[in-house]
């Protein structure tokens, strides 16, 4: 029987995924709700792992954060 390809992808939970992105826990979810001026479409939306648990996907995450514009000094 062939081996199945499994996608390697990493559930971050939201404590983890606010620290890999830098931002501020309220910058964090501002940038997910729709009725805010910092929604960002392009912002990984998350998933649902448990009843009331939510995960991000590790590589979403990180595609996100290379798709920003570095900080000019």
Known sequence: ??????SST???RT???IARIGL???SFYERLNPRSPYFDSSFPSP???GQSAMGYREDEIDAWIA???EKKR
């Open 1 to 6: 029987m062939p081996a199945r390809s499994r």
């Open 47 to 49: 998933v649902q792992i």
């Open 15 to 17: 404590k983890e995924a």
């Open 10 to 12: 990493r559930l971050l």
């Open 67 to 69: 798709s920003r514009p």
């Open 24 to 26: 501020s826990r309220s």
